[in-house]
């Protein structure tokens, strides 16, 4: 028999101790009528920027896709496999959710590549460098701006690409059609993992600010 690693063993023991026990009655109607969140985000896979964590939601909140870096694809009806489409599809169309979140964060590593293209790849494949051509215009852009430090050049592609990339829902009709309805808000978030601070982008300069919180 594999065992899981004993760290995760333990935590999961907290969790039915804790967590499960506290919110049982709600798994179970979660587990009877489904779920039904409001808000899907489009997180990186990093393990810093958690978003049940940063926005502290329980189970059936949140429906959430990580991919590296947040990236969103553009809309391409062919015969590929596009995971974070398929996510969206069925957040946009079976679940009816009325937010799309692309949320960033800092010191992000599929960022740091993108400002960095001529690296050795990490595999043959090369599956980041690729996946990461997404934002190669704006990175070369940045990249050549020789009045930014290295860090100042991570941190604008970072909140740039959340630009982009909430641009890029737009580009799936169902997307386009509902926001025109006013039944989809799309937003982007910047998260700051040193300090905690989320920056929301502001939806008509693209500015990002730290929100008024009471
Ligand atoms: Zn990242």
């Known amino acids: 028999m594999t065992h899981l690693p004993e760290r995760l063993l333990a935590g999961y023991r907290n ?29 990186c896979c990093d393990s810093r920027a958690a978003p049940e964590t940063i926005f502290d939601c329980g189970p059936g909140e949140l429906f959430v896709v990580r991919n590296v870096a947040n990236l969103v694809p553009p809309y ?8 974070t489409s398929a996510a969206l599809e069925f957040a946009v169309q079976s679940l009816k959710v009325q937010h799309i979140i692309v949320m960033g964060h800092g010191r992000c590593g599929g960022i740091g590549a993108a400002l960095n293209p001529s ?22 852009a940045i990249s050549g701006n020789a009045m930014m430090t290295p860090a100042e ?39 700051d993992i040193s300090s905690g601070e989320l920056w929301v982008m502001d939806p008509k300069t693209g500015d990002f600010e730290r929100p008024i919180l009471d």
Not at 78 to 83: F, N, R, V
Not at 160 to 169: E, H, T
Request: glycine share 8%; aromatic share 10%; hydrophobic share 40%.
């Open 153 to 191: 050049r991570q941190t604008a592609l970072e909140r740039i690409s959340i630009r982009y990339q909430v641009n890029n829902l737009r580009s799936f009709p169902c997307v386009k059609i509902l926001e025109e309805k006013g039944r989809l808000t799309l937003h982007g978030a910047w998260f």
């Open 76 to 83: 391409a009806p062919d015969d590929q496999h596009h995971g």
């Open 15 to 43: 969790f039915m101790a804790g967590r499960y026990a506290a919110e049982s009655d709600r798994y179970r109607s979660l587990a009877k009528q489904g779920q039904s969140p409001k808000t899907m985000v489009i997180a």
């Open 119 to 140: 690296a050795e790849p990490l595999s043959p494949g090369d599956f980041i460098g690729k996946w990461m051509n997404l934002v190669a215009p704006a990175a070369e």
